[in-house]
């Protein structure tokens, strides 16, 4: 199966919460003509998103925790551990998208794709040039060496920046439009 986040209203009405409809996301479906270029992950990521207001996000979870700080974000792990619906509220939404923003535009030096090697040159990078670097530091690799696999490898996952631009546009959207992100997996 795997994890969806997909657009719901804010704030839930009833019991359950009602999806957003995929028209508020339609623009998303032009992106091969604003980016003739796009990796196809990218253009088949924004054509999901255009035509469903979902986005599959179970190979994004690793990258986005280790970017934003904190284990399972887009599981809304948080929401689930006060007995709450896993829903990322507008507010998270924009925190999601900024970092993740951010993170994109750190990237552009590096190229177009984003591997764990270059996502953790971007992430120490930042953190070198800011307060407690040491100490952050030091949390960024722990946090790697958590990473590792069985066989004490670290992730080999790679995106493309458009991929990855994409995602934040998604989380963009709800924040702007107030719409929540219901996690379903």
Not at 22 to 37: C, I, R, S, T
Not at 111 to 137: H, M, N, P, W, Y
Request: charged share 30%; glycine share 8%.
């Amino acid at each position: 199966m795997g994890l969806d986040n997909v657009a719901v209203q804010w704030p839930r009405t009833g019991r359950f919460y009602d999806p957003v409809a995929p028209a508020e996301f339609v623009d998303f479906g032009e992106l091969v003509e604003h980016e003739p270029a796009a990796p196809s992950p990218a253009i088949a990521l924004a054509d999901r998103v255009a035509q469903t207001g979902t986005v599959r996000v179970t190979a994004f979870t690793e990258l986005v925790d280790l970017v934003l700080g904190l284990k399972g974000v887009l599981y809304a792990t948080d929401a689930a551990a006060e007995d709450e619906d896993p829903v990322i509220d507008p507010d998270g939404c924009a925190w999601i998208a900024g970092g993740l923003e951010r993170f994109i535009d750190a990237h552009a030096e590096l190229g177009g794709e984003v591997t764990f090697e270059t996502a953790t040159d971007v992430l120490r990078k930042a953190i070198a040039s800011g307060r407690l670097a040491d100490q952050q530091l030091r949390w960024l690799d722990g946090r790697i060496e958590e990473m590792r696999d069985e066989n004490g490898d670290l992730p080999a996952w790679s995106f493309s920046r458009s991929e990855l631009d994409v995602l934040a546009r998604f989380y963009r959207r709800c924040a702007e439009r107030n719409f929540a992100v219901y996690a379903d997996f």
